[in-house]
């Protein structure tokens, strides 16, 4: 007899400080949720066949989360799905990104000019002048392009 979760995944609704109680299953389920994963996919008959139940039963949590599931018919079709998945990056991904990108120093092509000059004329060392400048001294040799 096949088990329904469709009751129970209302707890994985539950937010930070509430207690969590169900099932292993279920817990398993909240701490994948959690995890920041965007796309999971599994089979019946998988060793994880239970949390595909699982997450069957939770589209409408997966949806809200933006969690793609894709549920397949046997191992080489959850494999291919996962291959030709084009899912978008995790939140976490998207803000570390975010603060990368606007956090990164741009120099105008003057300002470089007078950083490669500061360093033929030796007054300090490159690693000195990338660390004031706010450049990694691998990118020194490439840095005038």
């Given at each position: 007899m096949e088990r329904s979760f469709k009751q129970e995944v209302q707890s994985l609704r539950l937010g930070v400080g509430?207690?969590?109680?169900?099932?292993?299953?279920?817990?398993?389920?909240?701490?994948?949720?959690?995890?920041?994963?965007?796309?999971?996919?599994?089979y019946p008959g998988a060793p994880v066949s239970h949390l595909v139940d699982v997450l069957t039963d939770a589209?409408?949590?997966?949806?809200?989360?933006?969690?793609?599931?894709?549920?397949?018919?046997?191992?080489?079709?959850?494999a291919l799905v996962r291959q030709k998945s084009v899912h978008p990056e995790s939140p976490s991904e998207r803000i570390v990104k975010n603060i990368r990108r606007a956090t990164r120093k741009r120099h105008s092509s003057e300002e470089k000019i007078r950083i490669v000059l500061d360093g033929l004329r030796g007054?300090?060392?490159?690693?000195?002048?990338?660390?004031?400048?706010?450049?990694?001294?691998?990118?020194?040799?490439?840095?005038?392009?």
């Amino acid at each position: 007899m096949e088990r329904s979760f469709k009751q129970e995944v209302q707890s994985l609704r539950l937010g930070v400080g509430d207690t969590f109680h169900g099932e292993g299953i279920l817990a398993v389920t909240k701490a994948l949720l959690q995890s920041g994963v965007s796309y999971v996919s599994g089979y019946p008959g998988a060793p994880v066949s239970h949390l595909v139940d699982v997450l069957t039963d939770a589209s409408d949590i997966l949806d809200d989360l933006g969690i793609y599931f894709a549920p397949a018919a046997n191992c080489p079709a959850s494999a291919l799905v996962r291959q030709k998945s084009v899912h978008p990056e995790s939140p976490s991904e998207r803000i570390v990104k975010n603060i990368r990108r606007a956090t990164r120093k741009r120099h105008s092509s003057e300002e470089k000019i007078r950083i490669v000059l500061d360093g033929l004329r030796g007054e300090s060392s490159i690693a000195e002048l990338c660390r004031r400048e706010g450049i990694a001294e691998s990118l020194y040799p490439a840095f005038p392009g």
